[in-house]
C-alpha cells in the first residue's frame, strides 16, 4: 500500500501541517497507515482514502461548515456507508449549516445532520480524481527528481575513478 508522509499529504490536498495535526488529535481524519498515537517525532502515514477524506473535509469547511459539523458527518458517513461501496460513488449536499448523504438510488437525501435545507454538491468522485491526477503529479515528478539524482551519482563517480585512476 503506498504512503505519503504529512508534508506530501498537505502538498497533494491543501491542508496546512497545523491542519493535519488538528484533525488527527481530533480524530477528524486520522493517518491510516501510521498515525503519531500523540507521540512528537513520530512519523504520520497517509493513504490515497486519507488523502480523498482530507480534500472533502477541507471542502467542506471553505464552504462555511464548523468542525464539530462536519466531524459528525463524517463519523456518520463512516458508520451508514456499506463496505463494498466505494468513497467515490459517495455524493454530499451541503447548505453550509447540515450536511445531506445522496442515496445510491439518488432518490433521497440522507440527513448527517438531521436538519437542514439542500444548497451544494460536493462531489468525492471529482475529488478523487483530483487526488489521483495530483499523486501521478507527484510520482512522476518524484521519478524524474530519483532518476536525475543517480545520473549526478553516476557522473561524480565516474570522475572519481578517472581522477583516481
Given at each position: 500500500m503506498e504512503s505519503f508522509t504529512a508534508q506530501?499529504?498537505?502538498?497533494?490536498?491543501?491542508c496546512t501541517a497545523h491542519q493535519l495535526r488538528y484533525?488527527?488529535?481530533k480524530n477528524l481524519v486520522v493517518p491510516s497507515i501510521q498515525g503519531s498515537g500523540?507521540?512528537?517525532g513520530r512519523r504520520r502515514l497517509y493513504s490515497f482514502r486519507d488523502l480523498v477524506a482530507l480534500r472533502v473535509v477541507k471542502s467542506l469547511l471553505d464552504n462555511g461548515m464548523?468542525?464539530?459539523r462536519v466531524r459528525r458527518a463524517w463519523d456518520y458517513l463512516r458508520r451508514t456507508a456499506s463496505m463494498d461501496e466505494h468513497?467515490?460513488?459517495v455524493r454530499l449536499v451541503t447548505d453550509g449549516q447540515t450536511i445531506f448523504r445522496v442515496a445510491q438510488n439518488?432518490?433521497?437525501?440522507l440527513d448527517a445532520l438531521r436538519d437542514g435545507q439542500l444548497a451544494f454538491f460536493v462531489a468525492i468522485n471529482e475529488i478523487?480524481?483530483?487526488?489521483?491526477?495530483?499523486?501521478t503529479k507527484f510520482e512522476l515528478d518524484r521519478d524524474r527528481f530519483l532518476d536525475m539524482l543517480r545520473r549526478v551519482e553516476d557522473d561524480v563517480k565516474s570522475e572519481a575513478e578517472a581522477a583516481n585512476g
Open positions: 506530501q499529504a498537505s502538498a497533494l490536498t491543501g484533525w488527527d488529535t500523540g507521540r512528537p464548523s468542525v464539530q468513497l467515490a460513488s439518488e432518490d433521497e437525501l478523487t480524481k483530483s487526488v489521483e491526477e495530483d499523486v
